[in-house]
């Protein structure tokens, strides 16, 4: 029987996703979604907007022990809406959610605040830190490190003992050579290969991939 509930802080594209994942993991009841940009009332899968991030103090309030979950795909933005809510809420409680398909291998930690989507593989310890997003069918094959807030785009492949620093984000169908580690704040885009070491603030691309320039904190990459 489920008895712990949950908000949801987002209601797009992303959002619906970890609305799959919770109804699936079975583990959480979901009593809306918080969206700043949406009108109260709005439905994203059946489940109604309840308000903006100042509303949390009064919607906990009224369920006790509830966690949240921040369903934004941009690392950075991610991070700037987890300080907002502990701004408000300094003891916000937040949830990891882990799809039934995830094969999750053995001695792996990991965080609070993360999602691991349908058909993602996290091989033998392996450490996932605070609010990283591991998409539908990456692969983290053992002793991988995705440090927080970073993520890992749908059948984004890393080989073993690879580390991912925070706020990096690898891009979809990309794959890292084992033993190579990617700074913070660094991207590795579409179908790249990635054979040697990435530094901070680095935009890499191609195959084998190659920096093309440096990159601002917070810039979009979605």
């Not at 949240?68 to 408000?88: H, P, Q, T």
């Not at 984004?156 to 704040?185: C, D, M, P």
Request: charged residues 20%; aromatic residues 6%.
């Amino acid at each position: 029987m489920i008895e712990q509930k949950v908000i949801i802080i987002g209601s797009s594209g992303h959002s619906k996703v970890i609305i799959d994942i919770f109804e699936k993991e079975g583990r959480y009841q979901i009593i809306g979604l918080i969206d700043a940009f949406r009108r109260i009332g709005e439905e994203t899968l059946g489940y109604q907007v309840l308000g903006k991030e100042e509303d949390l103090p009064f919607l906990i309030e009224n369920n006790p022990n509830c966690k949240l979950f921040i369903a934004v795909g941009d690392n950075w933005i991610r991070k700037k809406v987890r300080d907002k809510i502990v701004e408000i809420i300094p003891n916000a409680d937040f949830a990891t959610v882990i799809h039934p398909s995830a094969q999750i291998g053995k001695d792996v930690q990991i965080g609070n605040g993360t999602a691991i989507m349908a058909g993602a593989i996290i091989n033998s310890s392996s450490a996932i830190g605070d609010f990283v997003i591991i998409n539908t069918k990456s692969s983290i094959d053992h002793d991988g490190k995705m440090l927080n807030f970073s993520s890992l785009a749908p059948n984004a492949t890393l080989g073993g003992n690879v580390s991912i620093g925070e706020f990096s984000a690898i891009s979809i169908g990309a794959t890292i050579k084992h033993g190579i580690s990617v700074g913070r704040h660094s991207i590795i885009g579409a179908g790249s290969l990635l054979i040697k070491n990435c530094g901070d603030h680095s935009i890499m691309l191609g195959v084998p991939a190659y920096e093309v320039r440096k990159r601002e904190i917070g810039e979009k990459y979605l």
